[in-house]
């Protein structure tokens, strides 16, 4: 089946400080989703991606479809605690049905 | 407009027992899909309805999970019997519909096999 591989697998930052974070996949997507999961609840959309090299933000965050549409990442500029959390990244392929997560990148901001 | 209801948030089950989980989607929405998240992983697809029909459950162990959405609004997931390994979160999400790039989540319900 589809894999996604999503790097780093954690990251520990000091507030303010940049971050980034990708996604690479075996096979191409025709979108691609960046999720956040805090502790105890699901995972809940921030960026959506619908064209190669299509480049989106929301508010702090910036994400891009790479252009061979096998990869993606996302930005977090001025990071605060409240950034800390598990990101997500998910793709649909050109069937269009499934919705693929990659590992999960585990953000912890220190104050 | 209310989310993805999930019911029960909690269950501890022994090995071999059976365990239901249930999910109401947000109102209007005629896709919904039931995930596994077990610990330090990624959400995994089990099975994905469009209204009342099954669009892909190639992931469901069928041997020992089902589900079904019988009038196309709520569902319910069951493992008969459980094992350790399918100790997990289950999350239900729901879209407008298949081709909807949005899937919106439930809080999950965390599955602990003993």
């Known amino acids: 089946g589809q894999q996604l591989n999503q790097s780093p697998q954690s990251m520990f930052i000091q507030e303010g400080e940049d971050v980034s974070m990708n996604c690479t996949s075996s096979?191409?997507?025709?979108?691609w989703l960046w999720y956040k999961q805090d502790p105890g609840e699901g995972p809940v959309l921030l960026i959506a991606?619908?064209?190669?090299?299509e480049l989106t933000s929301n508010g702090r965050l910036t994400a891009q479809f790479g252009i061979t549409r096998k990869d993606s990442f996302l930005n977090i500029s001025a990071s605060i605690p409240s950034d800390v959390g598990i990101y997500f990244c998910?793709?649909?392929?050109?069937?269009?049905?499934?919705?693929?997560f990659g590992g999960g990148t585990r953000l912890m901001v220190k104050p | 407009e209310a989310g993805v209801a999930q019911s029960p948030r909690y269950k501890i089950i022994e090995k071999r027992q059976s365990v239901a989980f249930w999910c109401n989607p947000i109102?209007?929405?005629?896709?919904l899909y039931w995930y596994q998240q077990i610990l330090g992983q990624g959400p995994k697809l089990l099975i994905q309805?469009?209204?009342?029909?099954?669009?892909?459950d190639s992931q469901l162990p069928k041997d020992r999970f089902s589900a079904e959405r019988l009038k196309g609004v709520d569902s319910t997931l069951k493992i008969q019997p459980a094992k350790l390994e399918d100790s997990a979160v289950y999350l239900c999400?729901?879209?407008?519909?298949?081709?909807?790039?949005?899937?919106?989540f439930g809080q999950g319900t965390r599955l602990t096999v003993v």
């Open positions: 991606l619908y064209k190669a090299g």
């Open positions: 998910a793709g649909r392929d050109n069937a269009g049905n499934m919705l693929t």
């Open positions: 309805f469009q209204n009342n029909g099954v669009v892909d």
């Open positions: 999400a729901s879209s407008p519909d298949t081709g909807s790039t949005e899937a919106f």
């Open positions: 109102s209007g929405h005629a896709t």
């Open positions: 096979s191409i997507f025709n979108t």
